[in-house]
Structure formats: structure tokens, C-alpha cells
């Protein structure tokens, strides 16, 4: 079986963990190969390093090495380096790289140096983090440097644009976004492999990751969205709001520029071209979903491991379930 996931960081690395805690604990296990394509809007380059938030927190939490308090991060980290290039005057102060973090970033760099792309590079972090062993291939959407800013409202009446890590980690998204800009993404194009595990999947599952800057973008990579839409494969994605909040994050002040409605409706709509099934909390059974998306309600919150393990499991019954419906030429299931 062969299960492909489109996933952005904290959320997405959780719902990829128990996913694969629940499929090792299935009666009857068949083979399964899990690939992850993983968001890169989010990457930045600080200290002249380059930084892969989302791909980094899929590969610590992955491979057991996440500080769990955050999400994101190494565990048993320290700053001795971020706290002397403080000293120093170098770098934000809004975005501190763990020392152990910094291993990360410095091998990646240089391997970008010498001409391997994002994928190569990943793959190399991927075998160090033993993911191909716990069945997992990660790959980056893009090997395209793409990377998301922000257009905010500057103090003279006009508008500027600042990186997405700033406004996000910084600001904390408090400053109203006019919209969204992803720069390099016209001219970017799937990485490797990515339009081939969405093709060749059994089931494509969207976690509750945010939908305009984590899936959204790996959508918006030219081709990635064309062929989740022509895969026959059912495709079920997880609400990342519950009762119109989100759990963690800024999800909400992402929606806000694109008009869309706060809530579990809300973003069905945003995948409504390709939508089966949709997995939403109990709060929000009663809402308004979009023709022909198979809704389930259940408590989404993903307090522990077993927790995530559930809901990844009712993800996987019910693209089981929409697989028994049969898929016309075309791929227009409902």
C-alpha cells in the first residue's frame, strides 16, 4: 500500500507519527510505504545557513529526536552558539538556531554549496534520522528555492513585504496580512518522485496542517495540485480547526486574507476540487460542507501519541472506505 501525505511541520510531523504508529499496530499489516511531501515556503536563509523549518520538524519528529514540549526543535538543545552570535550582533533575535539544530543547517548548506539538491540533501538527513528503516521517504515539494512573504501595511500608508518567518515567529501574526507571495514559486517544479507518489498512491491524506501556508503551498508548486486532483486514489485531509480556532498556530489569520470563513466548512472549500473525504471535529458536525465530501466527526484534538495514532486511523478507515466507491474516467468521484 502505498500512502502519500502532503504536510506541513508540528501538525503534520504528529499526524505522520501516528499514522505510522497505527499502521504498526494493525492485526494483518501489508507492506506500506508512507511518503511525506513536505512543505518549503517556510525555508529562510539565516546566518547564511539555510533553514527547512517544516522539513526539519518532520525529520526530528520522525526519527525521535523532536523536542516534544515545542513540536519543533531539538530535544536536550542549547544556544551557546545563537547566544554568542547575539553577542555579536549577527542574526535575528526573533529566530534562535539550537546548537544541535545548527549541525542541521550547516550540512545542508554545505551540501547545497556543492550542487546536490533539496531532495539529495533530504534524503541525506533522511537516512540519518533512519526514516526509510520506520518505512517513511520525505521529500521537499520543490528543489526550487521558494520562500513566502508576507504584505503588510507600512507605517506611511503603504504596504511591505516580510519574510513569512518574521511575520509568523516574530509578530506572531499579529499584523494583519493584505495577502500572501510565495517568491519563486512561478517558476518552480516538483521535486523528483512528488507527482509520481501522488499518481501512484493508494490514498493521499491532507493533516491538519495550515492550508495556505503548508499544504497551500505545496498545491501552489506548478503540477503538485493538477495531480492530486487526477490521482484515483481517495484523498482525505484532517480540519485543522476545531470550532472555528485552531489548535496551534495562526491558521486563522491565514484564512483571513484569501475570504475565506474561519472554520472546518471553510477549508473543505479551499480542496473542494479534489476533496473525498473530510475528517472534522465533533463541534463542527452539524456545518455545511461542500457536494459530495464524505464528512466524519471525532474528537481531532491530538493530545498524546495514542491520540494521533486514533485520528490517523480514522483517516486511513475512511479512505478505505471511499476506495470501495468506484472512480469514473476522469476522476470526478462525486
Partial sequence: ???????????????????????????????????????????????????????????YTLGGGVDEDQ?????????????????????P?????????????????????????????????????????????LLPATDTPIETHVVVDDDAGGERAIHFQEWWVRHGASLPARRFSVAGLGGATAAPHVLDAVRGADLVLLPPSNPVVSIGI????????????????????????????PVRGHADACLAPLGVE????????????????????????????????RVRSLDLLMRDGAGAARLAGAALDLGQELAGTPVPAGRDRR
Avoid: K
Fill in 262 to 293: 474561519v472554520s472546518a466548512a471553510g477549508v473543505a472549500g479551499i480542496y473542494a476540487d479534489f476533496l473525498d473525504g473530510w475528517l472534522v471535529d465533533d463541534a463542527d458536525a452539524d456545518a455545511r460542507y461542500p457536494a459530495g465530501v
Fill in 1 to 59: 500500500m502505498q500512502i502519500t501525505v502532503l504536510a506541513g511541520g508540528v501538525g503534520g510531523a504528529r499526524f505522520v507519527r501516528g499514522l505510522l504508529s497505527h499502521l504498526a499496530t494493525r492485526e494483518a499489516p501489508e507492506p506500506t510505504t508512507v511518503t511525506v511531501i513536505g512543505n518549503t515556503g517556510d525555508d529562510i536563509t539565516l546566518v547564511g545557513l539555510r533553514v527547512c523549518p517544516d522539513l526539519d520538524t518532520l525529520l
Fill in 71 to 91: 513540536g519543533w526543535g531539538r530535544a536536550g538543545e542549547s544556544t551557546r552558539v545563537a547566544d554568542e552570535l547575539g553577542t555579536l550582533g549577527v542574526g
Fill in 218 to 245: 505545496i498545491l501552489g508548486v506548478p503540477g503538485i495540485r493538477e495531480a492530486v486532483r487526477g490521482t484515483r486514489a481517495p484523498v482525505v485531509g484532517v480540519s485543522p480547526l476545531l470550532g472555528g480556532r
Fill in 93 to 137: 533575535d526573533w529566530f534562535t538556531l539550537g546548537d544541535l539544530d545548527l549541525a542541521t543547517h550547516l550540512a545542508r548548506s554545505r551540501w547545497l554549496a556543492q550542487g546536490l539538491t533539496l531532495s539529495e540533501v533530504t534524503d541525506r538527513l533522511a537516512q540519518r534520522w533512519g526514516l526509510p528503516e520506520r518505512g517513511v521517504r
